[in-house]
């Protein structure tokens, strides 16, 4: 099978510019979590979401925001970028919210 | 959600055995214990998962006494490439939901 997939890789951005993450989960699985790492607060929850509904929510503004299409893909979306925002942001899969299976990871500097 | 401690670093040789224990007081009754192991710049690769007493894949042991208050990862013979952050997370597994909480850490360090 193959794993999960996140596009773009890499992404520069300048503050005030909104960007959208994209995550193909691995085949078959329903729920797709999304995590910000940083050097100063490492891996923090974003959400997750199960078929096509948010079903938990971590401690990140309400710039953060994302969805689930009925293929199980999700997407990202960060508005207003902040200088804090540049992190590695990490797009993880698994059947039914278990053993999570994560993805290369996105990238994100803020300019 | 139950918290987890880790030491923050350890150093270790080739060849050698290396043990990583987890301190997770506050676990609860339908808590698992994962663990992750990350190289930079990359997402978190599964190693293993258990509820309770021994489990063993190809990879790592992970040691959980009766408590489960604690956990211990076990990596055999280890080389240059474990050299990695490893983590341990307690949470919900088959299908509560995903609310893993990840610690600081271990950072591992493997040397000739």
């Known amino acids: 099978k193959a794993g999960v997939t996140q596009t773009p890789r890499y992404l520069i951005k300048t503050r005030g510019q909104q960007v959208t993450l994209s995550c193909s989960p691995i085949?078959?699985?329903?729920?797709v979590s999304w995590y910000q790492q940083t050097p100063g607060q490492g891996l923090q929850f974003l959400f997750e979401?199960?078929?096509?509904?948010?079903?938990n929510k971590g401690n990140f503004p309400g710039r953060f925001s994302g969805r689930q299409f009925s293929n199980s893909r999700s997407e990202m979306n960060v508005s207003t970028l902040e200088l804090g925002d540049s992190a590695l942001y990490l797009c993880?899969?698994?059947?039914?919210?278990?053993?999570?299976?994560f993805g290369p990871g996105t990238r994100l500097t803020v300019l | 959600l139950a918290k987890t401690t880790q030491p923050i670093s350890m150093d270790s040789y080739e060849g050698q055995e290396v043990n990583i224990t987890c301190s997770h007081n506050n676990i609860a009754t339908n808590d698992y214990i994962t663990w992750y192991q990350q190289f930079p710049s990359q997402g978190p690769r599964f190693i293993i998962q258990g509820y309770k007493t021994k489990v063993t894949n190809e990879v790592a042991s992970l040691f959980i006494p009766a408590d489960r208050k604690s956990s211990t990862l076990s990596l055999p013979r280890v080389s240059l490439s474990d050299t990695a952050v490893y983590y341990c997370l307690v949470g919900k597994g088959g299908g509560g939901g995903n609310k893993l909480t990840f610690g600081t850490g271990t950072q591992l360090k493997v040397e000739l």
């Open positions: 993880a899969s698994s059947y039914r919210g278990d053993t999570q299976y």
């Open positions: 979401y199960f078929s096509e509904t948010q079903r």
């Open positions: 085949s078959g699985h329903r729920s």
